[in-house]
C-alpha cells in the first residue's frame, strides 16, 4: 500500500489535527512531506509532536522514516513504464500541434479530472455527505464571483433533496445580516478558489465563530478558510487558459449529490417526486407533445 493510499484509507481513524495533516499532504503530494516537521506542523496548524505521532500512527518509527519511505516511492514512479509513458505522451501533445483547440482543452481537462480524483480524500468526502445528511438545521451555501455559480447548482440539487436549502447571495449588506441568524444548527457551505475573496473569507469565519459547522470546496492551495472547516475538499483548477477551470470542481458537486441520493435513500426520491408533481401541475417545462416539433425536446 502507498503512503497516499495509507492517508486515504477509510479505516484510518484521525483526530481533528491529524485530518488537517492529511489534507496538507494530499494537497501538495508528496512534495508537502519532505519538509521538515516544523514546516509541515506550520502549515497544518498543528503541533511539532502531532507530526511526529501521526508518522508512527502510520506504521513508521520515526518522521524520518516516514520521508525516506515518501522518496522511495518517488524514486519508484519516476522510474516506471507508467511515469516514462506519462513523459512521452506529454512530448508527444506538445508536437501535435494540427489538434483542435477543443479536443485540446477536453484532454486538458481529463487529465485534471483524474489529478483531482488522485487528490481527494475519501475520508474528507464521506465526511462531507455525513455532515449534509444529518444536519438538522439549515445548510447554508456561499462562493465567490465565480465559483457562487457551483454553490447555486449545489444548492438547487440539494433542495430537491431536503428543506432548509439556502443560497447566500446578493447585495454584501444583506449577506452580513444573514449572520445574524446563523446557529450551531446550521451547516454553512462555502466555495473559495483562488484569487481567495476577502468577504467570503470574512463571512465563512463568523459563521463559523457563531458555531455553524464548515465544508468548504477549494483548490489545492487551499482558502484560508480552511483553517476553520471541518471538511476540505480541494480540486484541481489549473487549465491552459486564462483563466481557472471549474469543471473539477463541479464533478465533485455532481458526485457528492449522487451519493447523498443514496444515503438519504426513500425520503430524497420522495421529496424528488413531490417537486415533479407541483412542477408538472405549473407547466415548468415544455415537452414534445406541447409543441415542440416532434422527435426533438425542449430543454429548460
Known amino acids: 500500500m502507498s503512503i497516499r493510499d495509507r492517508l486515504t484509507d477509510p479505516a484510518l481513524a484521525l483526530t481533528p489535527s491529524e485530518r488537517k495533516l492529511v489534507r496538507v499532504i494530499i494537497a501538495n503530494y508528496p512534495v508537502a512531506g519532505l519538509g521538515t516537521v516544523a514546516t509541515l506542523a506550520e502549515r497544518a496548524d498543528v503541533s511539532d509532536p502531532t507530526v511526529v505521532r501521526f508518522a508512527t500512527k502510520l506504521g513508521y518509527p520515526s518522521f ?7 522518496l522511495d516511492e518517488v524514486e519508484q514512479r519516476l522510474r516506471s513504464p507508467l511515469m516514462m509513458m506519462e513523459v512521452r505522451q506529454g512530448r508527444d501533445g506538445a508536437r501535435d500541434q494540427g489538434r483542435h483547440p477543443m479536443r485540446s482543452y477536453a484532454v486538458a481537462m481529463a487529465r485534471a479530472l483524474d489529478a483531482g480524483s488522485e487528490g481527494l480524500s475519501p475520508l474528507e468526502f464521506d465526511r462531507a455527505i455525513d455532515l449534509i445528511a444529518l444536519c438538522k438545521g439549515r445548510i447554508l451555501l456561499l462562493g465567490g464571483r465565480f465559483s457562487g455559480l457551483l454553490a447555486a447548482i449545489m444548492e438547487a440539487h440539494l433542495r430537491q433533496l431536503r428543506p432548509g436549502t439556502h443560497l447566500l447571495a446578493g447585495p454584501a449588506t444583506d449577506l452580513i ?4 441568524d446563523i446557529t ?3 451547516l454553512l457551505i462555502v466555495f473559495d478558489y483562488r484569487r481567495y475573496q476577502s468577504d467570503i473569507v470574512s463571512f465563512a469565519r463568523q459563521g463559523r465563530a457563531r458555531g455553524a459547522k ?6 489545492r492551495w487551499g482558502s484560508p478558510i480552511a483553517e476553520e472547516a471541518e471538511v476540505v475538499l480541494a480540486a484541481e483548477v489549473e487549465a491552459p487558459s486564462l483563466f481557472d477551470t471549474m469543471v473539477p470542481a463541479l464533478t465533485q458537486v455532481e458526485a457528492l449529490v449522487t451519493t447523498l441520493v443514496e444515503r438519504i435513500g426513500k425520503p430524497a426520491l420522495q ?12 407547466r415548468v417545462t415544455v415537452d414534445r407533445n406541447d409543441g415542440a416539433p416532434h422527435g426533438k425536446e425542449r430543454s429548460s
Open 64 to 70: 524520518t522514516v516516514f520521508q525516506e519511505a515518501l
Open 177 to 180: 445580516d444573514r449572520l445574524a
Open 184 to 186: 450551531p444548527r446550521d
Open 214 to 219: 464548515l465544508v468548504l470546496f477549494t483548490d
Open 271 to 282: 421529496r424528488i417526486e413531490a417537486h415533479e408533481q407541483v412542477r408538472g401541475a405549473n
